[in-house]
């Protein structure tokens, strides 16, 4: 008799890993395959578009010279910018890009010699791309197209068209859009600024205020030419002019976007929704009668919050429309807005009356707010005093050195890396050390600590001078604070515009961050660095703007007036007496500048 057991057959275990290894095996043939499929597609999609490359650039080399162009672009041809075309089953975009070229063998326009006919020859370049085959980066050549004898257009000239951002610096990359109908030819065409901020277009028709020019990139301003309007009958900026054979230059200023968050709330810090608001510019579209860029109402939400986006840099001012009376605000106003930040702004509002006076207290040097400022407002039987609020604290002479740890000494601070010199340039700056004749690339300071006496509100980190010497770098000065409710805490950990120490106060970020709110005490450290061993980065002065809790900084509020004429009389020591007449008729705000004695 047979043994039964000889001819069992496969366990469920042994043919679930036989299917698994199976499995695995064919999943790695069908990758190869793909891969294989894959290399073959795109070598073949590669050589399609080098043949296209090819018959577009031979294309344009059989072209009459004055015909290679772009159509309603400069120089003007016959050719569109962008077309499609299908080869082997697959679309691809040609896009093409023709400028005249101003060589220097013969002079160049504006330069010496002076070239008055500038368009030498012109460089065409054509780019090709698949847009549905995942191809992401496109593939391009380029030549040159040279005239058989004469140069551009006797009767043609040259447009410059410069644009610079908020610190003056060039910015390239920018699209700048350039419509004119009534050229001959036409123009309607968007190019872009080099890395010095320019688009130089050398051969266009002439043609008086026809050159309408938008100027943007992602993420700033807009800046454009007006034609003259019923609504703007003067525009700040008409369009441009081109005469033959001679260069007309037009300049233009944008710079990253900017935001203010503004919330709305009573004395004690509670929102109050919906409040009527306008803010109001400086910047113009047009004069005589003045037509600002900003000059628009808008309201907070339910629970006291809106955001004005898409601002340029600015000074703001913001107001009430009616339903309550301003009775301070943080940062005090108007708001100069910098260019890319994001701004918080608190107003407050009470209850409304007929006749009221703001009164905002700033140093004249500074601008800053003036806390505890005496301010009187008195006509006829009418006789009231109020004292501003908390405003800043400030430090502007280092040459007492190092070891203080509380902020008594104004001219000392606790330590610092033995990189910095504080008694160099000028005696109480900080500037970076020196050995020899070179300063130190970098070097830190760490402050005193500052007793504000009250848990406050912190607002902006301000030092002068903002602007430092291009050959030190960017953000050559940096900053991070630290603050505390406890004047000797187990450790002070110093951050940036964040809420992170990974981040650091610049000059493009001087909001704090909400983050040290609530706080009493606080300190600071500097980061001095520079790219060039001959220049050195400068601090001479540093002022902490805060106000605690909702008392608005260097602010008094003076509400239920009668309308006539009141005498204002504003005292600090230190400061000379400020004594002026306001005529108050409705809400009124009322600036008033103090000089130190």
């Not at 400069?74 to 080869?87: D, F, I, N, Q």
């Not at 460089?123 to 030549?143: G, H, R, W």
């Not at 976007?257 to 709305?264: A, E, F, G």
Request: one cysteine or more; charged letters at 20%.
């Amino acid at each position: 008799m047979a043994d039964k057991n000889t001819h069992r057959g496969f366990t469920l275990i042994e043919i679930v890993v036989a299917l698994g290894v199976f499995l695995l095996f064919m999943s790695g043939i069908y990758s190869g395959i793909q891969f294989v499929f894959k290399s073959v597609y795109y070598s073949r999609m590669k050589i399609l578009e080098t043949a296209l490359l090819n018959e577009q650039l031979e294309i344009i080399r059989n072209l009459p010279f004055e015909d290679v162009g772009i159509i309603n672009g400069s120089p003007s041809g016959v050719l569109e910018r962008t077309v499609t075309t299908t080869r082997s089953g697959i679309e691809f975009e040609i896009t093409r890009t023709i400028r005249n070229i101003d060589d220097e063998f013969d002079g160049t326009i504006g330069g010496d010699p002076n070239d008055l006919a500038p368009a030498d020859y012109k460089l065409v370049e054509v780019e090709i791309i698949c847009d549905k085959c995942n191809q992401t980066k496109k593939v391009s050549e380029a030549t040159y197209v040279s005239p058989k004898l004469l140069e551009g257009d006797p009767t043609h000239g040259a447009l410059f068209i410069e644009v610079f951002d908020a610190d003056g610096d060039p910015v390239s990359g920018a699209d700048v859009h350039i419509v004119a109908t009534e050229t001959n030819p036409t123009i309607d065409l968007t190019d872009t600024t080099d890395n010095d901020g320019m688009l130089k277009l050398v051969d266009l028709g002439a043609g008086i205020g026809v050159y309408s020019i938008t100027v943007s990139k992602d993420g700033y301003t807009i800046d454009q030419t007006i034609a003259p309007s019923e609504a703007i009958p003067d525009p700040v900026k008409e369009p441009a002019s081109v005469e033959a054979q001679n260069v007309t230059e037009i300049s233009f200023s944008i710079d990253r976007v900017s935001q203010m968050d503004i919330s709305t709330t009573n004395a004690y810090c509670s929102a109050v929704g919906n409040v009527s608001l306008h803010v109001l510019g400086t910047k113009l579209f047009g004069v005589e009668p003045d037509v600002f860029k900003v000059d628009d109402d808008f309201s907070t939400d339910a629970g006291g919050a809106g955001s004005l986006i898409d601002l340029e840099w600015d000074s703001y001012g913001l107001s009430v429309n009616s339903g309550y009376d301003l009775i301070g605000s943080i940062p005090i106003l108007p708001i100069d807005l910098p260019a890319g930040v994001t701004q918080p702004v608190q107003l407050l509002v009470g209850a409304n009356t007929s006749n009221s006076l703001l009164v905002n207290v700033v140093d004249n040097t500074t601008n800053q707010p003036i806390s505890n400022a005496s301010v009187r407002a008195y006509a006829g039987s009418y006789d009231q005093t109020k004292t501003t609020g908390i405003g800043f604290t400030r430090q502007t002479d280092w040459s007492g050195g190092s070891g203080q740890l509380s902020y008594v000494d104004e001219t000392k601070y606790w330590s610092d890396d033995g990189k910095v010199d504080v008694n160099g340039n000028n005696a109480g700056d900080i500037v970076l050390a020196k050995i020899g004749q070179n300063y130190l690339t970098s070097g830190e300071l760490e402050s005193s600590v500052f007793d504000l006496g009250v848990a406050v509100n912190f607002v902006n980190l301000i030092w002068e001078p903002l602007g430092q010497p291009a050959e030190t770098g960017a953000d050559s000065v940096r900053w991070q604070i630290a603050t505390s409710d406890v004047s000797a805490p187990a450790s002070w950990n110093y951050l940036g515009p964040d809420g992170t120490a990974a981040t650091y106060y610049d000059a493009e970020n001087i909001a704090i961050n909400s983050t040290h709110n609530g706080d009493r005490y606080f300190r600071y450290k500097l980061f001095l660095s520079t790219a060039s061993t001959a220049v050195t980065p400068t601090v001479s002065d540093l002022m902490v703007t805060y106000t605690n809790a909702c008392t608005p900084p260097g602010q008094s509020y003076f509400g239920g007036l009668s309308a006539t004429d009141y005498t204002v009389e504003i005292t600090k020591t230190g400061y000379q007496t400020n004594t002026q007449t306001v005529s108050v008729s409705g809400d009124m705000i009322f600036g008033a500048e103090m000089t130190s004695e």
